[in-house]
């Protein structure tokens, strides 16, 4: 379940691209790395309407269906996310201990339960891969 699917069913909300809480979410973190120098490698697992709008200073990973979608798509591609953008907005660096990010994170249900999802996921695909893997190179 992508964050905007998440939030939806936690408040009980419809949003719309506007207003979607994950695109609010990945154009924070982008603006923040990007503002800040941080190098980024972007995993769009479950972009939906984002990716067209993410500059070419990523690295950018789209699973294949999604590519396939945007090949056959005429919509109008239109950078929203942009190094220009990023640099322009108004946050600010912070510092923060192990523990004060850990209590931060825990602050953040939606965060907290999409990270320990994910890392459960990324898990059960690992062990599939090692596994297909393991029969490939028995045979």
């Known amino acids: 379940m992508n964050i905007k699917k998440y939030v939806a069913n936690m408040n009980k909300k419809q ?27 972007v995993m769009g697992a479950s972009f939906r309407n984002i990716v067209t709008k993410i500059d070419d200073h990523n690295e950018n990973y789209v699973i294949p269906k999604l590519l396939e979608e945007l090949e056959r798509s005429y919509e109008p591609v239109c950078k929203v996310l942009t190094l220009e953008a ?15 990010f850990r209590w931060l994170l825990n602050e953040d249900q939606m965060a907290t339960d999409k990270l320990s999802d994910g ?21």
Request: aromatic residues 12%; hydrophobic residues 30%.
């Open 119 to 139: 890392i459960r996921k990324f898990a059960t695909d690992v062990r599939k891969l090692e596994k297909l893997l393991h029969e490939k190179i028995q045979s």
């Open 15 to 41: 949003y719309d691209s506007k207003d979607d809480p994950g695109v609010l979410s990945v154009t924070k973190i982008f603006n923040y790395y990007k503002k800040f120098g941080y190098k980024t490698v």
């Open 86 to 100: 990023a640099t322009k907005s108004n946050l600010q660096k912070i510092s923060l201990t192990e523990a004060e």
